[in-house]
């Protein structure tokens, strides 16, 4: 049996990875547009992934005998100006999540839940590798600079990215 406050922080978790699949939908929908194939293709992967992660959370919840709470939807403030600009925001996005998590943990360990604990070690792995994902991504794009050939292979490979650490999953 959860906690109240267990339960009330795993919810607050909830949003944030519904909020974080809305972030990357908002990222796929702009690049789409703009004609990156492969980073759209990217990010929406990345949203699927994000619902996936809130999933996960709601099952959780539910089966220790609490109540997973689903809110509303929050458009994403975005700055839109550029993909260089899209996978700084990336990053930013995912060290607050890894920040929100490691609280998580944090709480798990002051209440001595450790079936929770051990519940959330898998999103520790996980942003671990988001994170790398995300700094990989930039320091592919910073040897890029203005080389537009350089641009159009990346956007190609990232029709099929994969992940330097496989930490998770
Ligand atoms: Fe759920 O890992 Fe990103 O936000």
Do not use: C
Request: proline share 1%; hydrophobic share 40%; no cysteine.
């Amino acid at each position: 049996m959860l906690s109240k406050s267990i339960e009330e922080a795993l919810n607050r978790q909830i949003k944030i990875e519904g909020d974080s699949s809305q972030v990357y939908l908002a990222m796929a929908s702009w690049a789409e547009v703009q004609g990156f194939e492969g980073i759209s293709t990217f990010m929406f992967a990345q949203s699927e992934e994000e619902r996936m992660h809130m999933l996960k959370l709601v099952k959780y919840i539910n089966q220790r005998g609490g109540q997973a709470k689903i809110s509303s939807i929050v458009e994403p403030v975005l700055d839109l100006s550029s993909y260089k600009v899209l996978f700084k925001q990336l990053l930013e996005h995912e060290i607050k999540v890894s920040e929100s998590i490691n609280d998580l943990v944090g709480i798990a360990l002051d209440e001595r839940d450790y079936a929770t604990h051990n519940f959330l070690q898998w999103y520790v792995a996980e942003q671990i590798e988001e994170e790398a994902n995300a700094r990989y991504i930039l320091d592919k794009i910073n040897l890029i600079g203005d080389d537009k050939g350089g641009l159009y292979l990346f956007d190609n490979e990232m029709k099929n990215f994969t992940s330097p650490v496989t930490t998770a999953k």
